[in-house]
Nanobody
Framework: QVQLVESGGGLVQAGGSLRLSCAAS????????MGWYRQAPGKQRELVAT???????NYADSVKGRFTISRDNAKKTVSLQMNSLKPEDTAVYYC??????????WGQGTQVTVSS
């Protein structure tokens, strides 16, 4: 069984920073893409950032220049450094891991709240 455990969410003022982390454990092999998604109340889940095994990254336009995704393949972890946070970044953030067979795994989600 695969588990993704997220940490680092919380409440921060606009302009502040948070760092999210996600650790994968269990019988998960051949991890390909790791990433973060978010879902705000009343909205669909959306991609925030992804990173491949060779550190190729992709960001949503709304977070480019403010968020940085990174991973440690040996530790099976992915992190998201979020700077210059805005109230519109408020959402539940979900860790996502996809293996080479395109099987996706999701974390339980961590709340990020940015106050104005």
């Amino acid at each position: 069984q695969v588990q993704l455990v997220e940490s680092g969410g919380g409440l921060v003022q606009a302009g502040g920073s948070l760092r999210l982390s996600c650790a994968a454990s269990g019988s998960i092999t051949s991890i390909n893409v790791m990433g973060w998604y978010r879902q705000a109340p009343g909205k669909q889940r959306e991609l925030v950032a992804t990173i491949t095994r060779i550190d190729s990254t992709n960001y949503a336009d709304s977070v480019k220049g403010r968020f940085t995704i990174s991973r440690d393949n040996a530790k099976k972890t992915v992190s998201l450094q979020m700077n210059s946070l805005k109230p519109e970044d408020t959402a539940v953030y979900y860790c996502n891991v996809e293996n080479v067979f395109r099987v996706k795994y999701w974390g339980q989600g961590t709340q990020v709240t940015v106050s104005s």
